[in-house]
């Protein structure tokens, strides 16, 4: 999973902390998040993506879509 | 209504709560290992085992992130940690009751307290640290 969290929040002049603290975590599950090491809840994302201004699917780019076959 | 958003002392809460565990996880490993060697009890260590104890319960709950400040992922990397560490240290019972019941090898009582404590929380502590450096426990474990 790759993620434009560090650009949106450079783009929004917010530190890892600030944003941290709006989203009510500690910064380095940030920092993890911006790395791409740590999957997010589905509260989290929304809560991230609700700061940022921007939906979910543009916060998060999932790779390898294309590999997996979903029941219709 | 109670405020949910982590504050500096909630911070400082939690620092001083992984320092508490760090300090209390230290005093039972010391006082486990003169267990494990010297297989007896005295006040010194039955003193040193409490506090640890005490220092290392007061402060687990704040060090897996399950008070404040709540943090996802420190929660999620304290609960899979406090599961294998359980596990672990239930295996680690079976084997020596195994090997208590086939071998001529007695354990004294004093022995097998420091043996499990020592199990116990040096588990705990190594996967505690192990996931949180990690970042995540999909990558471990596949999920």
Redesign the interface.
Known sequence: MKTRMKELRARHNLTQAQLAEKVEVRRETILFLEKGKYNPSLKLAHDIAVVLEVKIDDLFIFEDESDKTYLS | MEN???SEKD?NQ?KASRGLMWIGSAMLLVSSVYLIIWKTFNDTIAITVLIGAMMFIISFFFYIGMER??????IKVGTMSATWSWYITLMFMCFLLFSGFYTPRQFQPAELFGLVIFVMVSTMLVLNTYFNR???L??TFHL
């Open positions: 949910d958003k982590p911070d939690y400040p709540k943090d996802e992922r420190l990690k970042g995540d999909e990558e």
